[in-house]
């Protein structure tokens, strides 16, 4: 369980295809050591990944289907460790399970703050609510509107500078991931 604030930006330092998957190897020398240990989560753009192995402050994970599999060496990446019994839950709950990978279809100035909008398969929609929390490459924020396939969100100054988010591009994908409440109340109402 993660939160969606994210703790350090890390770097891609190795990629390897291990037969239609791959393994990477991320500095996350910016987060604390003991928090890295063999079989730890560890929050990537959005994806729970299980620490494989380490050598110093880079970890190893396996990767499947996701944005992970355009990264190449030097690429930069959001980093959460998961959440521990007391730590601040300053987002909200975020399992690292990715629904879809978005389009970003627009960005564009607001005031200081930057409007980001993007495009998901309609079958997702339903669990997009304005005000409602959005996890996009593990950072949790607030939807702004809601149109059709679409949604936007706005990131202010600090959340551009400390993620991944203000290095997006117009047609990019990103990692998305529902609320999760949202999921549960889905199927607690579904008929099946």
Do not use: W
């Given at each position: 369980?993660?939160?969606?604030?994210?703790?350090?930006?890390?770097?891609?330092?190795?990629?390897?295809?291990?037969?239609?998957?791959?393994?990477?190897?991320?500095?996350?020398?910016?987060?604390?050591?003991?928090?890295?240990?063999?079989?730890?989560?560890?929050?990537?753009?959005?994806?729970?990944?299980?620490?494989?192995?380490?050598?110093g402050g880079v970890f190893f994970a396996d990767v499947s289907q996701t944005t992970l599999g355009t990264l190449v060496q030097g690429s930069g990446v959001n980093l959460?460790?998961?959440?521990?019994?007391?730590?601040?839950?300053?987002?909200h709950m975020v399992s690292g399970h990715v629904d879809a990978v978005g389009k970003l279809v627009g960005a564009q100035e607001d005031a200081r703050s930057w409007r980001?909008?993007?495009?998901?398969?309609?079958?997702?929609?339903?669990?997009?609510?304005?005000?409602?929390?959005?996890?996009?490459?593990?950072?949790?924020?607030?939807?702004?509107?809601?149109?059709?396939?679409?949604?936007?969100?706005?990131?202010?100054?600090?959340?551009?500078?400390?993620?991944?988010?203000?290095?997006?591009?117009?047609?990019?994908?990103?990692?998305?991931?529902?609320?999760?409440?949202?999921?549960?109340?889905?199927?607690?109402?579904?008929?099946?």
């Open positions: 369980m993660f939160t969606g604030i994210i703790l350090a930006k890390g770097r891609i330092e190795s990629v390897e295809d291990i037969g239609g998957d791959m393994a990477l190897g991320i500095d996350a020398s910016a987060l604390d050591a003991a928090r890295l240990n063999l079989g730890d989560s560890v929050s990537v753009q959005g994806v729970c990944l299980t620490v494989m192995r380490r050598a959460e460790p998961a959440l521990r019994a007391g730590d601040a839950l300053g987002g980001l909008e993007f495009e998901l398969p309609q079958s997702l929609m339903r669990f997009i609510a304005p005000k409602g929390s959005i996890c996009i490459d593990g950072v949790s924020l607030t939807v702004n509107q809601v149109t059709g396939q679409r949604f936007d969100v706005n990131i202010i100054p600090h959340t551009r500078e400390v993620t991944t988010l203000g290095d997006l591009k117009v047609g990019a994908g990103a990692n998305i991931e529902i609320d999760v409440i949202a999921r549960y109340l889905d199927r607690l109402m579904s008929k099946e």
